[in-house]
């Protein structure tokens, strides 16, 4: 029962903004949507989360929409090293027993 | 460089054996969580441990268990191994006991054979 879809694969040239989409439609009111990056094997990486407002740091932005059924992640100016699985996920902050998966993501392909 | 480390980077073992797969966090973070990734079933979160003591239990079969020491180092035990327990196990780090932000490690690759 996945909480989230994304679009299985992307491509972006690089040095142009990527948009990474992310439906959430049965969001609750308490939860969160966070995003985060796996590069080949590796551990994953957190990218940013927000509840409601949209976010910035240094590594990417989150919009949010005003019914918080979707998000948009954007990569202002990609890299070659931006290449990875990117995992959009919703969840409580608090939670106790929960089934959380990561789900199967978007492979983002940064083209030179 | 996460600041996490887990040993061993890879393993080995035979169905039905019991193996001991070790993390330590961020120095100052007190949480602790275990993830699985598998082919077929993505990353799923296991459990979560916090100061010391369990916070939170997700996807973790009977078979599997885990403590958190008072060094703050915690273990993941995986016993009666099945074929089906391959996977990358990986440990992630974080200063609250909220969900959230995690500092994740390299991982533990697990065949099982």
């Known amino acids: 029962d996945a909480k989230t879809t994304q679009p299985p694969s992307m491509d972006c040239a690089e040095g142009r903004a990527a948009n990474l989409p992310c439906n959430h439609s049965?969001?609750?009111?308490?939860?969160?949507v966070y995003w985060y990056r796996q590069i080949h094997s590796q551990g994953p990486q957190y990218i940013i989360h927000g509840l409601k407002n949209n976010e910035t740091n240094e590594m990417a932005s989150l919009i949010i929409t005003e019914d918080r059924k979707s998000s948009t992640l954007i990569l202002p100016h990609a890299t070659l090293r931006d290449t990875a699985v990117y995992y959009c996920?919703?969840?409580?902050?608090?939670?106790?027993?929960?089934?959380?998966?990561f789900g199967t993501g978007t492979r983002l392909t940064i083209i030179p | 460089d996460s600041g996490v480390t887990q040993t061993p980077k890879h393993l080995i073992t035979a169905t039905g054996q019991r193996v001991t797969l070790r993390c330590s966090p961020r120095?100052?973070?007190?949480?602790v969580y275990w993830y699985q990734q598998s082919l077929d079933q993505g990353l799923q979160f296991l459990i979560q441990?916090?100061?010391?003591?369990?916070?939170a239990k997700g996807n973790i079969l009977e078979r599997f268990s885990a403590q958190q020491f008072p060094d703050l180092h915690s273990e993941l035990n995986l016993s009666s191994l099945e074929l089906g327990d391959s996977a990358l196990y990986f440990c992630a780090s974080s200063v609250v006991s909220v969900w959230g932000e995690q500092f994740f490690g390299p991982g533990t690759r697990l065949t099982v054979l």
């Open positions: 049965t969001i609750s009111g308490n939860e969160y």
């Open positions: 120095s100052g973070d007190l949480s």
């Open positions: 441990y916090y100061n010391g003591e369990e916070r």
């Open positions: 996920i919703v969840s409580p902050r608090d939670f106790g027993n929960e089934k959380l998966t």
